[in-house]
């Protein structure tokens, strides 16, 4: 069954550093998403992306965070400028072209900011 | 502000017996709502989604139910295994002006232990 891959699956980097998330949505999913869980607490949402263009993003989503899709098959969160408070799981998800497709999620990118 | 609430936080069982997981939200205005499961350091795999304008939805041993009316969906697993011990998530999607938004609004999740 075709899955969403991540990587790294854990990243360090020190306070102030960038940062780029890589991942591999399934390949004829038209929606694209970033979502992150701090420990402890909920998944949150962060971005999602449709058709080359964010389509929305939460208030968590700031100057400092960017997406990208580089080519066909890559879709990207970079994080400019990382905080402490950045540290947290971050799940990448993507979803067929009708809205009632379900997400379907990566295993996660551990970024862990010192 | 949109919540989604899950009770009980953890909860632990003895192997075969059968469990409900909990799911309440404030806003009745869904799209659907979306089951995940939760293993330790792993990402969200899905289980079932409910589309607003139905009542259930079942897979296997799974069975979920949706009550609009009533802000609830409960999550249903039959004759439980050790290997069905995982924290369960449910996430609404808000029915949005936009026919775009994807907006997933999460739960705290359920902890499940089930003891062999």
């Known amino acids: 069954e075709p899955e969403v891959t991540q990587t790294p699956s854990h990243q360090v980097t020190q306070m102030g550093q960038e940062v780029i998330l890589r991942c591999v949505p399934i390949s004829n999913h038209l929606y694209f998403y970033w979502y992150r869980q701090i420990l402890g607490q909920k998944v949150e949402f962060l971005v999602s992306?449709?058709?080359?263009?964010?389509?929305?993003k939460s208030e968590i989503f700031d100057d400092q965070f960017s997406v990208e899709r580089p080519d066909g098959s890559n879709f990207t969160l970079k994080i400019r400028s990382t905080k402490l408070e950045d540290s947290a799981m971050y799940f990448c998800a993507s979803s067929g072209g009708v809205r009632n497709s379900p997400l379907h999620f990566g295993n996660g990118t551990r970024l862990t900011v010192t | 502000k949109q919540e989604v609430t899950q009770i009980p936080a953890a909860l632990s069982v003895p192997e075969g017996e059968n469990l409900v997981l909990n799911c309440s939200f404030t806003?009745?205005?869904?799209?659907?709502l979306q089951w995940f499961r939760q293993d330790p350091g792993k990402g969200l795999t899905s289980l079932l989604l409910i589309q607003s304008s139905q009542r259930e939805q079942t897979s296997g041993r799974l069975n979920a139910s949706l009550d609009k009316s009533s802000g609830r969906s409960t999550l249903y697993i039959a004759a439980s295994q050790p290997g069905d011990s995982a924290t369960y998530l449910c996430?609404?999607?808000?029915?949005?002006?936009?026919?775009?938004?994807?907006?997933?609004?999460f739960g705290s999740g359920t902890q499940l232990t089930v003891l062999p």
């Open positions: 992306f449709y058709n080359n263009e964010i389509s929305e």
């Open positions: 806003d009745s205005a869904i799209y659907n």
């Open positions: 996430a609404r999607l808000p029915f949005g002006a936009s026919g775009s938004a994807r907006q997933l609004t």
